[in-house]
C-alpha cells in the first residue's frame, strides 16, 4: 500500500508562515511565494498568519512558542542568510537549520524548511521568485503534502 500526501486544501487549514525579515527585500518575496501556494490550492487567506522574527537565528525560538500554541495544522520557515566577509554567514545559517530541526522532531505538526543559504544576494534573488523560482512557493508547498501524508499516516 502506497500512503502519500495531496497537494489539495479544505480551506480549513491554519498554518503559520515564520519569516526571518533580515534580507527584507528576498524574505518578503518568499512569503508572497507562501501565500501563492497556499491560496492556489485552496487555503483560506484568512487562515495564513505570518510571524515576523528579526532574523534567520530567532526561527527556531519563534517555532518553538508557534508549535506550542497547538493552533497550527502546520508551520513554513523562511529566511535568507547571504554570505559576506566574515564567518557570520557559516554560525547564523548552521544554527537556524540545526535549530528548526531540533524543533520539528519534537513535534507532531509538519514543518517545512525555505530557508535560503546563498554566497550572493543575486542567488538569493534567483531563488525568490525568479530565475530558480521561489523556495517559498515550494516550501508551502511541500508542507501541503506533509498536512495530508500526516492525515493519510493517522
Known amino acids: 500500500m502506497l500512503i502519500e500526501g495531496k497537494l489539495n486544501l479544505t480551506g480549513n487549514e491554519k498554518v503559520a508562515v515564520i519569516n526571518g525579515r533580515f534580507n527584507h527585500i528576498v524574505t518578503d518575496r518568499l512569503v508572497e511565494g507562501a501565500k501563492d501556494s497556499f491560496e492556489r490550492h485552496g487555503g483560506n487567506p484568512e487562515n495564513l498568519d505570518v510571524v515576523l522574527v528579526p532574523g534567520a537565528f530567532e526561527i527556531p525560538m519563534a517555532l518553538k512558542q508557534v508549535l506550542a500554541t497547538g493552533k497550527y495544522d502546520g508551520v513554513i520557515c523562511v529566511g535568507a542568510v547571504i554570505r559576506g566577509a566574515t564567518p557570520h554567514f557559516d554560525y547564523i ?35 525568490s521568485g525568479s530565475k530558480v523560482g521561489n523556495k517559498g512557493f515550494e516550501a508551502m508547498t511541500g508542507l501541503i503534502e506533509m498536512m495530508n501524508l500526516y492525515k493519510e499516516i493517522k
Open 93 to 127: 545559517s548552521a544554527e537556524a537549520t540545526k535549530g528548526i530541526a531540533s524543533v520539528t522532531l519534537d513535534t507532531n505538526t509538519p514543518v517545512t524548511y525555505g530557508l535560503l543559504t546563498t554566497d550572493t544576494i543575486e542567488q538569493a534573488i534567483e531563488r
